[in-house]
């Protein structure tokens, strides 16, 4: 059986945490708060602005209001078209044309999900797009992970998971799928701490064969 592909999509599918933490960056320093990608990298990467804006700006009258214009200001910031990760489109290629099934599990809001998508270039090849905050819970619960393999119609035995953060490999692993760590921000000890079963620098990395010749039928 060949596996179905679940992706991450802020920091696996495209190179995006810049974007992201310009905007964040704005808005601490707009509070008089410090901020810097060490702060990013452990407090808000990969997290839901609700538990972040929780968490740190507990006293924020509106934080619905301050969430939607963060990610406003993402998707005006966000170059179209966009490179994708390496080799990430090469691999749905393959998906698409093998009838792999496939999913999109992401923290990023609708909106967010779509204009990144049609930026590399990918939004034909998912129909299946799990949003964190749609969800009872998003990430790192594994509850995304669990609902994009029951639209999907696959056990956990026959995913693969992509993450780049620490609450996404949390969240994959926890669901039973096999994670793959991609290493765009955070080293191979840290992602596999977080629950990755193996790590990749990117998509042309040589271990993404070991990772499909786990699956009957996808074989490189």
Not at 83 to 101: F, N, T
Not at 124 to 131: E, G, L, P, Q, R
Not at 162 to 187: H, K, M, N, Q, W
Request: proline share 8%.
């Amino acid at each position: 059986m060949n596996p179905a592909l679940l992706f991450d999509l802020d920091g696996t599918m495209l190179n995006s945490d810049p974007i992201h933490m310009g905007v964040f960056q704005e808005l601490w320093t707009s509070r008089g708060l410090a901020f810097d990608e060490a702060f990013y990298m452990k407090h808000v990467h990969g997290r839901l602005n609700v538990d972040i804006f929780a968490e740190f700006l507990p006293d924020e009258p509106n934080p619905q209001a301050l969430s939607d214009w963060k990610e406003a200001q993402f998707r005006d910031r966000l170059p179209r078209p966009y490179p994708p990760m390496p080799g990430v489109a090469a691999l749905v290629a393959r998906a698409v044309e093998e009838d792999w099934p496939r999913a999109i599990v992401t923290n990023a809001m609708r909106l967010n999900a779509e204009a990144m998508l049609e930026a590399v270039g990918l939004r034909d090849a998912f129909d299946v797009i799990v949003i964190g905050e749609e969800c009872p819970r998003g990430k790192p619960d594994p509850y995304p992970y669990q609902e994009a393999m029951r639209q999907l119609g696959v056990t956990p035995n026959h995913a693969i998971a992509f993450e780049d953060s620490p609450s996404g490999a949390r969240a994959a692993r926890s669901s039973g799928a096999y994670t793959v760590g991609i290493r765009s921000g955070l080293d191979d000890h840290t992602l596999r701490q977080a629950g990755a079963h193996i790590t990749m620098q990117d998509f042309t990395d040589p271990a993404l064969t070991q990772v499909l010749e786990r699956y009957k039928g996808a074989a490189a």
